[in-house]
Each structure stands twice: as structure tokens, then as C-alpha cells.
């Protein structure tokens, strides 16, 4: 299957997708071990970040989507460790995890997969993308003049050593889009994922491939990772990492058998709308997911009420994706 130059640009009617303003975003530390942190926003499912420390040098996951942000991550970072931050790395090329680039010192040596690089080409359209899920703040968007892309890239693996720390860099395949790349601490078995993989019954996006594809590059990261235990998605908890492997390769296997007999019986996408499963038309969200929302000092319910709405949004973009992949 070709995957797609572009993400798709077609939304379905009504749909709102995640709230990716800066506005109120405040990250808070989550450590794992001594020198290696989690950076998880306030308010889901805003951009999280992450924070390596070895011996000898810093790294950070991820950029933000503004310079404001990208500086808010540096101070979080400088506060963290007295190690030098001398290394970025972009999960995806998506604005909201790499517009923040260019507020990093030069000498900061910016990582991520070749295909991530490549997609980093259109300032303007990625902007303007991006500028839908601003939620009235697509102004703030200004401060980004200059789109930097990464010094260094890698086709499947890379490691860098931090000093008595090693931290793997790994490409699965596409998923999200072409180019997702997965950061994992062997020592504390801990990933960071991006978009490429969020909390079980979450709902992910299909932005530039399709079921298939996503589906193989799951089970590459499952078969590679097997000691795997704690995911920090791009959005939204923290959580059990082969339990979100799993629960989005049933989805995604649901989805592409029912899209493709949708497609293979003529049916209409407004008639494919109404024949695939929707995991989240209960009104319900998985228990865990529901657990680890409550984490958030975010009234529960608002929480709840939020993310089943982000995800019944995601999974109608998800069908109209395939939809027209397979038609």
C-alpha cells in the first residue's frame, strides 16, 4: 500500500479533534528513575514531553508547538538536571511536537527518523493544518518563522549515549504518518511514543496511511520491545505498554475488515459511518483509561466527558480515512 504524500485534509462533519493550544499548558515531572523524567501536561490531551540525563549530557522528546512552549521545556529541564541538554528528538514531524525546534540552542543536535525529516518541507501548509485544532488561538502560531529540521536521521535504529545511559531510537514503520518515531530507556523500560501509540482505549488517527501498514508496525514494536512497560504517548496518560499495543491492533484489524467490506459492498462512507463498531458509542471509556484520566487535576467527569468525545471524533476521522484509502 502507498502511503499518502500528505495527511488527509478531509474531516467529517462536526468533527472537533484535540485541543492543541498552548494556552494553560503547564508540563509536570513524573520521574522514573534518577535522570530520566516524564513531562505530562496539565490538561489532556495536550503535548507531553520527556527529560533523559546521563552522565555527561541531556535529552529532550519533543519541542512544542510554539517557542513559548519550547522555552517553558527548557527551563522545566534546566531545573531538573544540571546536565547539559545537547540532544532533541522529534517523534513526528507533526507541528505540535517540532515548531519549537528552532527556539533550542544550536548546538543542540535535533534527532528523529529520515522519513520525519522529509515531511518537513511546508511550513505554511503545516501551519495551517495545524491551525484547526488551535481552538482560537491559531495566532500564537505566528512566533513560528522558521520550521528547523533535524540534524541527524535514522532509517530503522539509532542510539545515543548520554553517559552510562543509553537511549534506543526506533523506527517500527508508519503508523500516524510515515515517518513516527519511539524512544526507549532500557533501564526503565520505559517508551516514548508520540502519536504513534497512546493509552489503551484511546482512540489513535489515521493521518497518512491506513489499517494495515499501522497494524505491522505495532507488531514489529511488540516483537522488538518485549521487556516494554510503561508508555509517555505524545497525548493524553501514561500506560501499560503492550496492553495499548494490543487494544489498538484489534482495532485497527476491526477496522480494515469492516471498512474494506463496506467498500467491497458499495456502500456509501455516510452508510460505512453507521456499519463499523464504535468502541466509545456506549458512552463508556476503558477502566483503566477512565483510572488514569482521574490522575489529571482536572474535574473527573469534564475529563471523561472530553476524551469520549476526542475519541468518537477520532474514530469517524479514522473510518473516513480508510474509506477513502480503499475506495
Partial sequence: MTIPEREIAERPDGYGGPNLSPVGLELAPHAFADGVWALMANIPPKDNNGLVAGRDAALVV?????????????????????????????????????????????????????????????LAYEKEVRSANMYGDA?????????????????????????????????????????????????????????????????????????????????????????????????????DGHAAIDALLGYLEVLHEEVAAAVAAGRTLEETYTTCTDRWASGELDPSLTAALGRYQVPPDLAKAGILALCRDLHRLNVLATYRLYS
Fill in 62 to 122: 519533543d519541542a512544542g508547538i510554539t517557542p513559548d512552549m519550547s522555552h517553558q521545556i527548557q527551563r522545566l529541564a534546566a531545573g531538573l538536571t544540571d546536565r547539559p541538554v545537547r540532544y532533541l528528538v522529534n517523534t513526528t514531524y507533526h507541528g505540535d511536537h517540532t515548531f519549537g525546534n528552532a527556539a533550542f540552542p544550536a548546538e543542540v543536535v535535533i534527532l528523529s527518523s529520515r522519513r520525519n525529516r522529509s515531511e518537513m518541507s511546508d
Fill in 139 to 239: 495566532a500564537l502560531l505566528d512566533a513560528v518563522q522558521r520550521w528547523r529540521r533535524p540534524d541527524v536521521v535514522f532509517d530503522e535504529y539509532a542510539e545515543i549515549d548520554l553517559g552510562g545511559r543509553i537511549v534506543q531510537l526506533h523506527h517500527f514503520g508508519p503508523g500516524n504518518g510515515p515517518g513516527d518515531t519511539v524512544l526507549y530507556v532500557p533501564d526503565t523500560r520505559t517508551a516514548w511514543t508520540g502519536n504513534f501509540l497512546c493509552h489503551a482505549g484511546l482512540a489513535h488517527m489515521l493521518l497518512q496511511g491506513g489499517p494495515e501498514p499501522y497494524a505491522r508496525s505495532l507488531r514489529r514494536m511488540r516483537e522488538t520491545l518485549p521487556g516494554l512497560d510503561t508508555i509517555v504517548p505524545g497525548h493524553g496518560p501514561m500506560g
